[in-house]
């Protein structure tokens, strides 16, 4: 049995992904971020770095509880336990971790930036418009990267894989950090095309207040979220 510590989150949705594409037994250890729980001193035992995701695996190596954290590690790791989503090919292998790589990163913490300054930042009174411009040029710069790899491929490796996982959940967060998937139409299909799969298709309650959901976040939330100096209005 594998403990998913989960949130919502693109990082977290790729572990989901890999966990229903592997058909391993998981349960979901709600871990919510607006009320501090990635700061709770037995999860800091799990994940150091207090952040989501992060996996237990009760049946690590030797049959001993193996915890990990770092989406990329444990994408990596279940696909060593189980064989699956690399390549057998060596090449194709290290391929399919160089893009992973990338995603963690690159994609990652770009369209992260651009979604803080583009839906967060605006409504706490910081609207810093270099900032926006700053990771919005970085956020076209990755897509266009992803666009130019996948104009001619079903797949980012010659197969599904890990590296397909790391990327997809960032893509269907386009409007958040400013980007549209028309103006990228092989990313588009690629992320259609994922999104029709079945692990993709798992939803996990959301146990959020219904405010958090839409960002009325408090002054305290702001400050577990996005540091000290986060106001939000009012």
Same mark, same amino acid.
């Given at each position: 049995?594998?403990?998913?510590?989960?949130?919502?989150?693109?990082?977290?949705?790729?572990?989901?992904?890999?966990?229903?594409?592997?058909?391993?037994?998981? /349960?979901?250890?709600?871990?919510?971020?607006?009320?501090?729980? $990635?700061?709770?001193?037995?999860?800091?035992?799990?994940?150091?770095?207090?952040?989501?995701?992060?996996?237990?695996?009760?049946?690590?190596?030797?049959?001993?509880?193996?915890?990990?954290?770092?989406?990329?590690?444990?994408?990596?790791?279940?696909? &060593?336990?189980?064989?699956?989503?690399?390549?057998?090919?060596?090449?194709?292998?290290? %391929?399919?971790?160089?893009?992973?790589?990338?995603?963690?990163?690159?994609?990652?913490?770009?369209?992260?930036?651009?979604?803080?300054?583009? =839906?967060?930042?605006?409504?706490?009174?910081?609207?810093?418009?270099?900032?926006?411009? *700053?990771?919005? =040029?970085?956020?076209?710069?990755?897509? $266009?990267?992803?666009? /130019? *790899?996948?104009?001619?491929?079903?797949?980012?490796?010659?197969?599904?894989?890990?590296?397909?996982?790391?990327?997809?959940?960032? =893509? !269907?967060?386009?409007?958040?950090?400013?980007?549209?998937?028309?103006?990228?139409?092989?990313? !588009?299909?690629?992320?259609?095309?994922?999104? /029709?799969?079945?692990?993709?298709?798992?939803?996990?309650? &959301?146990? *959020?207040?219904?405010?958090?959901?839409?960002? !009325?976040?408090?002054? %305290?939330?702001?400050?577990?979220?996005?540091?000290?100096?986060? *106001?939000?209005?009012?």
């Amino acid at each position: 049995m594998i403990d998913l510590f989960y949130f919502v989150s693109p990082n977290a949705r790729k572990i989901l992904m890999a966990l229903e594409e592997l058909e391993l037994a998981y /349960e979901i250890r709600w871990t919510d971020i607006t009320r501090g729980d $990635q700061f709770d001193p037995d999860y800091l035992q799990v994940n150091p770095n207090g952040k989501i995701p992060a996996i237990v695996d009760h049946d690590g190596p030797g049959g001993r509880p193996l915890a990990l954290f770092e989406s990329a590690a444990i994408l990596q790791y279940l696909a &060593d336990k189980t064989g699956r989503l690399l390549p057998a090919d060596p090449g194709a292998r290290w %391929e399919a971790i160089c893009w992973t790589v990338w995603q963690v990163a690159n994609q990652g913490p770009g369209l992260g930036q651009a979604t803080h300054f583009t =839906t967060y930042a605006p409504q706490n009174g910081h609207d810093d418009p270099y900032a926006r411009q *700053r990771f919005g =040029t970085e956020a076209a710069r990755v897509y $266009q990267i992803l666009e /130019e *790899r996948l104009r001619d491929r079903d797949h980012i490796v010659d197969e599904f894989s890990i590296a397909d996982i790391a990327s997809f959940p960032w =893509t !269907r967060l386009g409007k958040g950090h400013g980007i549209s998937l028309d103006d990228y139409p092989a990313v !588009r299909d690629w992320s259609d095309r994922i999104s /029709e799969r079945p692990s993709a298709q798992v939803t996990v309650p &959301d146990q *959020r207040s219904e405010d958090a959901k839409n960002f !009325r976040y408090t002054p %305290e939330q702001y400050r577990l979220l996005f540091g000290a100096d986060a *106001r939000p209005v009012g």
